[in-house]
């Protein structure tokens, strides 16, 4: 009876030891969840907020160069200083290159470039490596749209910009508007900034200023 009785025990030693273990290993992979959790949580926070700081920074970057003076263009080494506004003041109005948008659906896939980024070091002109990484998920979607066909160039031309950055689970995006203006500029010419036009229509007579419109977009998402 006494040998039973100690068999009795040493079983419930172990089934209780068995008992305390799995709850160890419970709390051990509970622990692991809510530390997976967590960082999980972190590196979303830390993309979401590096994609905003990114859309921020290049929105303001873009909206500097599409909004100088029309003098501005005209001055030595602007085509280097501005090369957005200059992609804009050779394309805009360019139909036959770039339609606006809206006008006729089949030609809107025409109508919205996509511009895809990088950035080089002014000193050796090789990609930084880090500036590549994080720009590599970002882009620039440009389109623009005018009242009617038969409007002046300075009449309801806009210009819609938006900036776009994904990192992992995590998306931002800003989409701002600009509106044209013209006015004559006599004795000058936009080879005075170094510029070459692509366009053989171009009047560089025309003297555009684009500034920002109203409109002032800005989403974030995961």
């Not at 263009?73 to 394309?91: C, T």
Request: glycine share 6%; proline share 2%; with cysteine.
């Amino acid at each position: 009876m006494r040998k039973k009785s100690l068999k009795n025990k040493e079983g419930s030693a172990m089934l209780i030891a068995i008992a305390i273990m799995a709850v160890l290993v419970m709390l051990g992979l509970a622990l692991l969840l809510v530390s997976f959790s967590l960082h999980a949580t972190v590196n979303r926070e830390h993309d979401a907020a590096q994609c905003k700081e990114i859309v921020q920074t290049l929105s303001r970057e873009l909206e500097r160069q599409i909004t100088i003076t029309r003098e501005d263009a005209y001055e030595k080494g602007a085509a280097e200083k501005y090369p957005f506004w200059f992609y804009i003041r050779d394309n805009v109005w360019r139909e036959e290159k770039w339609p606006p948008y809206g006008e006729a659906e089949y030609l809107n896939d025409r109508a919205l470039r996509r511009l895809q980024l990088g950035q080089n070091s002014s000193e050796t002109g090789e990609v930084v490596e880090n500036a590549a990484e994080l720009l590599k998920n970002t882009y620039v979607e440009a389109y623009w749209t005018r009242e009617d066909k038969l409007a002046d160039k300075g009449e309801g031309t806009t210009l819609v910009v938006t900036v776009s950055c994904s990192a992992g689970k995590s998306e931002s995006s800003m989409t701002k508007t600009y509106v044209l203006s013209v006015e004559e500029i006599e004795g000058k010419a936009l080879s005075d900034g170094e510029f070459v036009p692509k366009n053989p229509k171009i009047d560089e007579k025309e003297g555009w200023q684009w500034d920002e419109g109203d409109e002032l977009q800005e989403d974030s998402g995961e």
